[in-house]
C-alpha cells in the first residue's frame, strides 16, 4: 500500500481463481474500480471444496495468480464459504474505511452480507451478462472433442503444454529471466510501478527472410516517432555469463526512414557475426525511444563483486542520454543498503526503488542488473532486466550478519562523534583521506596487522605528541585512526583540533572547527586537500584573500586578526628554528642504525619465537622514539614549505615553471635510488651491494604478506637505464632579483624571513622529510621479518600473521607460553571470519552522519595533478604485481590503489606516468613525481575503477583532465 494514500473505501471480493478465464477478469476489474483499495480473498482448497468441488489448481497456484494482477492491491487467503471472519480483520484494520463486498451476478445469496449490513458497508455485483465459468469452459471442451479420444489420457495430453512451469517463487526466473526482448515481454503485464516502450521483436532468421516486410511494419508500429534498435542474442544475459555491452544498439532512429532503420538493424546482426555468436535465433529488438528523460542508469540489486546486499546505481543526471553509463563514460555512483529504510532512499531515487522492488516481487532470489530511465514526468521506464552472471543466490544468513555489523558501526560512530571535554567541535565525521590519509598508506582495506602496526607507531599518540611539540594545540588523548569495518578513516574532529595554534583560546578554536568541519561537510571531493583548502595550519601569502571566508561565515575581524598573528608566530618560530630542529630530528635516526644492529647480534644464535618478537617489539619501541616522532615534526615543515611555496604561485610572486622547476631540483633518497639502479644496470654496482642498501623496502610498508625487494626478484626484471635522473638535475638558481622580491613580500606579511632562508627550508624539510621515512622503514621492515620468522618457526604463514596485532605480539613477547599458539590460531581464524564479512560492507569515503552506512554517497574526487605535461599510453595495474611476473613498465602509465614508499621502485623503470585512487597534493609519490618531473594524477578516487578498464590514457596535467581511451 502507497504510504500517505488516502483509503476510504475497501473493496473485498472473493474468488476460487481456478483455471483463471476472461470471467474472472471482468469480475475483478469490477470490483476495482469501486473503491481505493481492492482486497482479493482466494478461497483455501477445503473451502474452494466445500463451495462447489475440488479445484484443479492449488491454493498456492491460484494465489499467485491473483497476487500478480494489477488491479488488485492485495491478496489473502479466505479459509471459509463466508468472508466474514476476514471481514472482521478489515475493518480492524480500516477502521475509518467503508468495506464494499463484491460478488458475482450469479450469487443470489451473499455470504458475509449479515456483516456488512451491521457495519453499514455495500454489497456489489456486476451487470448480468453472458458468464464464463469453469464449468461452461468444461462441458465446451468435452462437446468439442467428444468421441475424438479413447481415453481421459490421451484427452489430457491434446492440452498439454511442453516445458510449462507453474509460477512460483523458486520457479519464477525459469519462466520470466530469457532474452533481453522475452524477459521484458514477460514483466510487461506485470508491471505497475514502471513501464516497458512499446517493443516489436523478432529473429536473425526472420530477418534474413522478410526483410521488407519487417521494415514496413515498424515503420506502421512507430511512425513517426524515434526507436532504438537493440540486440537481444540468446547467450547475451544468461545466469552463466554476461555479455552486456558485446553487441551493437543504436538510439534515435528515425523510424519512418526505412534506411536507416534497415542500417541499424544490419549493424546488429553484424554485431552478433563480429563477435563470433551468430545464431538464426538471435533476436532484434525495437522499441520507442523514451523522451523527456531527467535520469538514466543501472542499477544493481547486489554488489558484483561479492553479492553483498546493497542496491549499486550508477547514473547520470546531466546529460538527457540513455547510454551514457552502459557506454563506459562518467557517471556517478550511490550504494544503498537493502537494510535502508525507504524514508532514508535519496529523494530521486524514491519512486525508482518501488519499481525496482516490484521487479524483485517478480523474480526472486537473483540478483538482477535492470537499466533505467527516470523522465521528466517522474516516469520510470524500464529498458533491460538481466541476470548478474553466477550471483543468483543470497545468503540470508549472511545479510543478517552484515546487517547487525552496519548497525554496530552506526553505533561506534555515534559514541565516537560525542562531545569531548577537551576536544573543541558539537559533531565529528571522518575520512579516509585528511591528515595522515591512511587509504594512501595502509590501503583501503588493510589487513589486522598492517592497521594495528600503523597505529602503534604513528596514529595513537605520536602524531598529536609531535605536532603539539611544534606549538599546537594539544589534544591528548586523542587516536587519530579508527576501523569501520576493515576500512581506515582518520577522526577529522581531532585532526582539525590539532591544526590549531595553541596560542588561540577555547572560544575562537570551537569557531573554527566549526567552521572547517562544515566547510569539508560541503566539500567532501577536498579531503585530501585540508591542509592546503580548508585548515589553515601555516601563515601563507594569500591569507588575506582567503580569510574573507571567515568573515562570511561570522567570524569578527578582530577574531581574524588575532589568528592572523597567531599563525604568523607560529610559522615565524618554525621556519627560524628549523635548521637545529631538523638537525636534532636526523641525528635520532642514528640511533636507529644501532638498534638495528643491536638486535641482529642479538639473534646470531636463537630461533626462539619469544626472542624474535621481543626483538620485534623492542625495533617499534625505537621506531616510536626516533623515528615516527622526529618524521612527523619534519614532515609537517615539508608541508609547511609547499604551502608557502604555492601560495607565491597563486600571488604570480613565481609561476607554475619556477614552482616544478624548483621542487625537481631537488634531491631526495629517490634520486640517490635511481642513480644507484642505473649503476646497478650499467654493472658499477651489485646486486648485493644495491640491496644492502635497499632491500628493506616493500610495496606496501606496512604489510607483512608483501615482500622486501631483498626477497622479491621481480623488481629486476626489465631493468633499463632511468632517464630521468639522468637528465636531472642541473643546479636550480634563483636570481637575485626574484630573491629581492620574494623577501620584500615575506617581510611585509609579517614574516621575517627572507627568501634564501625560505627555499634552504623547503629544500631541507622536503629532504629530511623523505630520508627519516626512509630510515624508519627499515625499523619497521626489520619487525615485520622478525615476526615472520617467529611464525615460521611456529607454523603460521605471513597471510595468517597478518590477522594479528601488536597488542598481542607484545603480550606475547611478555608472557609467551605453550599454549599461545593455539591462542593465535583461534584469533587467526576469528579475525579471518571477521575480514570475510567486513569485505562484503560498502563504506563511503566520507562519513558525515550514521545514515552514511546506508545511503553510500560517492563524490568525485578532483585528482591532484603534477606537472603540466600531456601524454597518452598504455596503462599497467600493478594491483597483483606479486602474483605474477612483473611487466615491462617503460613509456608506460602505472595506476596504483595506493602509493607508499615501498612503490619508489617504479620510478626506477623509466615510466611514462602515474596515476593513484589514493593520495593528497603533499602526498610521497605527489613528491616523487614533482621531483622526476613525471606527470601524474594523485587521488582519482572513484573515477579509478574505470580508468583500470581502459587499454590506455590520456593524461593531459594542464587542462587536468584523465580521458579513458578504450580498444
Given amino acids: 500500500m502507497e504510504e500517505g494514500r488516502k483509503i476510504e473505501r475497501i473493496v473485498y471480493s472473493p474468488i476460487v481463481g481456478d483455471i483463471f478465464h476472461y470471467g474472472h477478469l471482468k469480475l475483478l476489474k469490477f470490483a476495482n474500480s469501486q473503491g481505493d483499495y481492492h482486497i482479493c480473498g482466494v478461497l483455501s482448497d477445503k473451502a474452494a471444496k466445500d463451495a462447489r468441488n475440488k479445484p484443479i489448481s492449488n491454493l498456492d497456484e491460484r494465489l499467485e495468480v491473483v497476487k500478480n494482477l494489477r488491479f488488485v492491491d492485495e491478496a489473502i487467503v479466505q479459509d471459509q464459504v463466508d468472508p466474514t471472519e476476514n471481514l472482521k480483520k478489515i475493518h480492524e484494520r480500516f477502521k475509518d474505511a467503508k468495506i464494499i463486498l463484491v460478488y458475482g451476478s450469479g450469487w443470489k445469496e451473499i455470504p458475509g452480507e449479515d456483516y456488512i449490513k451491521e457495519i453499514n458497508g455495500e454489497i456489489k455485483q456486476p451487470t448480468p451478462e453472458l458468464r464464463i465459468s469453469e464449468v461452461n469452459i468444461i462441458n465446451r471442451l468435452l462437446e468439442e472433442y467428444r468421441g475424438k479420444f479413447r481415453h481421459f489420457e490421451e484427452f489430457t495430453n491434446y492440452f498439454r503444454l511442453k516445458d510449462f512451469i507453474y509460477y512460483d517463487k523458486e520457479k519464477a526466473r525459469k519462466t520470466i529471466v530469457s532474452t533481453k526482448a522475452d524477459t521484458l515481454r514477460s514483466l510487461f503485464p506485470f508491471l505497475k510501478k514502471s513501464k516497458v516502450e512499446k517493443t516489436f521483436v523478432f529473429t536473425s532468421s526472420e530477418w534474413d527472410e522478410n526483410k521488407q516486410d519487417l521494415l514496413s511494419k515498424i515503420k506502421e508500429e512507430f511512425s513517426p516517432g524515434d526507436i532504438v534498435v537493440r540486440s537481444s542474442a540468446l547467450n547475451e544475459d544468461t545466469f552463466q555469463s554476461s555479455m552486456a555491452g558485446r553487441f551493437y544498439t543504436e538510439l534515435n532512429v528515425k523510424s519512418n526512414d526505412i534506411k536507416k532503420t534497415e542500417e541499424a538493424i544490419e549493424r546488429v546482426v553484424k554485431s552478433y557475426k563480429d563477435g563470433n555468436f551468430e545464431n538464426p535465433l538471435n533476436q532484434i529488438l525495437i522499441q520507442s525511444q523514451t523522451e523527456n528523460i531527467k535520469l538514466s542508469g543501472v542499477i544493481f540489486t547486489r554488489t558484483i563483486e561479492n553479492n553483498a546486499p546493497y542496491y549499486v546505481i550508477n547514473y547520470d543526471d546531466t546529460t538527457n542520454l540513455t547510454n551514457r553509463v552502459t557506454s563506459g563514460f562518467e557517471n556517478k555512483t550511490v550504494k544503498i543498503s ?124 605520536i602524531w598529536h605528541k609531535a605536532r603539539s611539540s611544534q606549538g599546537y594545540n594539544n589534544v591528548n588523548p586523542a587516536r587519530l585512526v579508527v576501523l569501520f569495518g576493515n576500512k581506515p578513516y582518520v577522526d577529522v574532529r581531532n585532526t582539525f583540533n590539532s591544526f590549531i595554534p595553541n596560542s588561540i583560546n577555547r572560544s575562537l578554536r570551537e569557531k573554527l572547527v566549526h567552521f572547517y568541519m562544515n566547510k569539508l561537510k560541503k566539500n567532501p571531493e577536498l579531503q585530501d586537500k585540508v591542509e592546503f583548502d580548508i585548515v589553515y595550519t601555516c601563515y601563507d601569502l594569500t591569507f588575506d584573500k582567503r580569510s574573507k571566508e571567515l568573515i562570511e561565515a561570522g567570524f569578527t575581524k578582530e577574531e581574524v586578526e588575532v589568528f592572523k598573528r597567531s599563525l604568523i608566530e607560529l610559522t615565524n618560530k618554525l621556519v627560524n628554528n628549523s635548521d637545529k630542529d631538523i638537525d636534532e630530528d636526523m641525528n635520532a635516526a642514528i640511533k636507529m642504525e644501532e638498534s638495528r644492529k643491536k638486535t641482529k647480534e642479538n639473534m646470531k644464535n636463537s630461533n626462539d619465537p619469544k626472542d624474535l618478537v621481543k626483538q620485534a617489539v623492542f625495533l617499534l619501541d625505537d621506531c616510536k622514539e626516533n623515528g615516527t616522532l622526529q618524521f612527523s615534526r619534519v614532515a609537517r615543515l615539508a608541508f609547511i614549505g609547499k604551502i608557502l611555496l604555492k601560495s607565491m604561485v597563486k600571488e604570480k610572486i ?72 639522468e637528465n636531472k638535475k642541473s643546479e636550480f638558481v634563483i636570481d637575485k632579483e626574484i630573491h629581492e622580491n620574494i623577501s620584500k613580500t615575506l617581510k611585509e606579511n609579517g614574516l621575517d624571513f627572507n627568501s634564501e632562508k625560505l627555499f634552504e627550508f623547503i629544500q631541507e624539510s622536503l629532504e629530511g622529510r623523505e630520508l627519516l621515512k626512509f630510515e624508519f622503514s627499515k625499523n619497521l621492515s626489520h619487525a615485520l621479518e622478525l615476526i615472520s620468522d617467529a611464525g615460521k618457526v611456529m607454523g603460521f604463514t605471513r597471510e595468517e600473521l597478518a590477522n594479528l596485532d601488536v597488542e598481542t605480539l607484545i603480550d606475547f613477547a611478555k608472557n609467551g607460553s605453550f599454549e599461545t599458539k593455539e591462542f593465535w590460531k583461534s584469533l587467526i581464524e576469528v579475525r579471518k571470519q571477521e575480514r570475510t564479512l567486513n569485505n562484503k560492507l560498502s563504506l563511503p569515503s566520507v562519513v558525515f552522519s550514521q545514515k552514511d552506512f546506508d545511503v553510500v554517497p560517492y563524490y568525485m574526487a578532483k585528482p591532484n595533478f603534477i606537472t603540466n605535461k600531456k601524454i597518452e599510453s598504455e596503462i599497467v595495474d600493478l594491483s597483483k604485481m606479486e602474483k605474477e611476473d612483473l611487466p615491462d613498465l617503460r613509456n608506460k602509465i602505472v595506476i596504483l590503489e595506493n602509493g607508499d614508499p615501498g612503490y619508489d621502485w617504479i620510478f626506477t623503470k623509466d615510466i611514462a606516468g602515474l596515476v593513484t585512487k589514493y593520495g593528497g597534493v603533499a602526498s610521497h609519490m605527489a613528491v616523487r613525481c614533482a621531483e622526476f618531473g613525471i606527470p601524474a594524477a594523485i587521488g582519482c578516487g572513484e573515477s579509478f575503477e574505470r580508468l583500470k578498464n581502459s587499454s590506455s590514457i590520456l593524461l593531459d596535467c594542464e587542462n587536468k583532465k584523465i580521458v579513458p581511451l578504450r580498444e
Fill in 654 to 725: 613565481i609561476d607554475e615553471k619556477f614552482y616544478d622547476n624548483f621542487l625537481n631540483s631537488i634531491n631526495t633518497v629517490a634520486t640517490e635510488i635511481n642513480a644507484h639502479f642505473n649503476q646497478l644496470v650499467n654493472g658499477k654496482l651489485t646486486q648485493e651491494e644495491f640491496l644492502e642498501r635497499y632491500g628493506h623496502l616493500r610495496p606496501g610498508t606496512y604489510d607483512i604478506t608483501s615482500l622486501r625487494y631483498d626477497k622479491n626478484n621481480n623488481i629486476f626484471n626489465n631493468a633499463n637505464i632511468v632517464k630521468n635522473s
Fill in 338 to 461: 537493502r537494510f535502508c529504510k525507504p524514508e532514508d532512499y535519496p529523494g530521486n531515487f524514491t519512486k525508482l526503488f518501488e519499481a525496482v522492488k516490484e521487479i524483485e516481487d517478480l523474480i526472486p532470489g537473483i540478483a538482477l542488473d535492470i537499466e533505467f530511465a527516470v523522465t521528466k514526468d517522474n516516469d520510470i521506464v524500464i529498458f533491460q532486466v538481466r541476470p548478474i552472471a553466477a550471483k543468483h543466490h543470497d545468503d540470508e544468513v549472511v545479510d543478517n550478519e552484515i546487517r547487525k555489523k552496519v548497525e554496530s558501526i552506526k553505533t561506534k560512530f555515534f559514541e565516537l562523534s560525542r562531545k569531548k571535554e577537551h576536544i573543541s567541535g558539537d559533531f565529528n565525521c571522518f575520512g579516509d583521506m585528511p591528515d595522515w590519509n591512511p587509504a594512501e598508506i595502509i590501503g583501503d582495506n588493510p589487513n589486522h596487522l598492517s592497521y594495528s602496526l600503523y597505529d602503534y607507531i604513528i596514529t595513537n599518540d
